[in-house]
């Protein structure tokens, strides 16, 4: 019997498919993809997977796209011999089962190169036409842009034949990316972005201003061929005048040789001056490979072999502590610069001295680092211990202000207990007043703010409301500053005098308070003196306000100088009672505690949390088992998985759209 799928796989497919299209269009074609390489790879392998279980649905599927169509802004031809792509493998399970069907078990292993696909046609040696991937069947002429680059040659030396297609990656090397973001207006993602917009560049001129790199590996049309195996035609490529990955380029006859050859690349991968995501495992026989053919978009000799998109391996070159606005001391692990999930990571947190000393980690050693869907990079594990290396010893003194540091009984934190001068805090709890959550104040970042600080014209909130009356004209002649910039300063500063109780509560700063128990206190209160005067035990009493946050809310309100404080501060605002609107009912939603994460496509997190709460849900950061739904995006951690221990009801961006209708 017919095996037919159902409506929901039907739907499923179908929502896969447009995804990857939308995704293709994006990475392909502007140059600015919108998810990171594991969300890509995990909708494919999906769709694949349903075209395997119902091969009626391979057609026109997953399996038979290659790029993502031409752009007008470019003339296109075809090429002559198809661009296919390479067909993804995973793990060591995966990549057995493509090894053990091959007839030819000599496997020739090269680097996965995170660049931008090129075919450059010679005819007598000249380079007569360039064309990128495009469909795998057109491509978009950029002949003029190839030019530019040094490391494909314009005339071929040696014993070349009459006519070949030889193909390989463009890609900019890390130190030449992060030099193109120092001195560019327009900051580029990572170094794949940067190579795809500067080689696809309508103007050759731009192109030719950037450092682009270029490797090739393999070839289309061919006259005639005097190789027999992939790394001959390496050596080929090298008495033509190209470069090619041969100094990482290994050979291997069985399962644990390409395993090995994994985790040493692994290894070295911060030593590697260019990004790759992974391997690309290749029959060395050329015969061979023409006798295994292609599928519709990929070829049955080669697979590439993928390095997990959200860890890498780097060194550890330095560790510098931050003091935050509550006096916490931060280690922070000082990096040699890596990609990891389509982003260049060069810091990563160790949390406290706890961690350190539980990962075991010194400066000096090759360290795993990790960063995972809306979690900040952060060390997981030492990969290479450095024998030279010495232990981290914690500051007992501010490094900002050199206040005694101490550690409270029960507690992990570090704190600087110079709360009223230390510079660090007092920028910290500013950056926090001003920032897009707070009171959302234009033309005060951190650079200001130190600037400000540093000549005592801000010392606390209330002075931020008398800035340009008491110092406009002395701002005016700082760098970077004038009559325009003052300008528009001030008009974003006397916006914000008008603030939303929520947003207040927010800004100021109050221990244990983030956004959640601000937006819960101004629904139970509906006025700031109401929430100032509230005694611990109303506050224990409110759903979502625990007795530590109580008392943390008692001991700010009460506290001296927080009054003095906030009563100079709404001198110069004025903070707006809470509205107490009915909320528009939804039996799906009303009262629920929803806990979002990972990546929607269709909205911001924070346009969704105003959709949910705008329904009377409750939005939280974390999971418990009082939460009642977690809505999970592309590249959910480690929120979903805890979830999904506790048997928490799990929502797709459709569901959530169902629900809203």
Known sequence: MKNVPDLFILSEHSELLKKLHDW????HQNDAPVVDDATYDAAK??????????????????STHVGAAVSE?????AHSVPML????VFDETEVADWFNKLTSQDIFIELKVDGVSYSARYEHG???RGLTRGSGVMGEDITANLKTIPDIPQKLTGDFPDVIEVRGEVYMKRADFIALNAESEKQFANPRNAAAGSLRQLNPQITATRKLSAFAYTYGEISERDFNTQSQYFDKLESWGF?????????????NDIQNVYNNIMLIRPEIPFDIDGLVLKVNNIATQEQMGSRANSPRWEVAYKFPAARAITDLCDITIQVGRTGVLTPVAELEPINIGGVVVSRATLHNADEINRLGVRVGDKVIVQRAGDVIPQIVGVAEKNPTASEFIFPDTCPVCGGRVVQESGQVARRCINTLTCPAQRLGELEHLVSRKGFDIDGLGTKQLENFIARGWINGPSDIFTLIQNHGNDIKNLDGFGEKSVMNLNQSINHARDIELHRFLFAIGIPEVGEVTAKILARAFGTLDAVRNAPAWKLKDIDGIGDVMADEIVSFMTDEHNKKELDKLLAHINVKDAKQESKKTNELLTGKKIVLTGTLINYTRDAAKDILESFGAIVSNS??????????????GSKLTRATELGITIWSEQDFENAIK
Do not use: C
Request: without cysteine; proline residues 2%; glycine residues 4%.
């Open 24 to 27: 293709d269009i994006a990475y």
């Open 45 to 62: 392998k999906r769709a694949l997977e349903i075209e395997s279980q119902f091969p009626e649905l391979a057609k026109n599927g997953a």
């Open 73 to 77: 802004k470019f003339k296109s031809y």
């Open 85 to 88: 792509s390479i067909a993804d």
């Open 126 to 128: 000249v380079l007569v």
């Open 243 to 255: 470069k090619t990955t041969r100094a990482w380029a290994a050979h291997a006859n069985n399962m």
């Open 623 to 636: 999971v418990s088992s009082k939460t009642d739904i977690v809505l999970a995006g592309a590249d959910a």
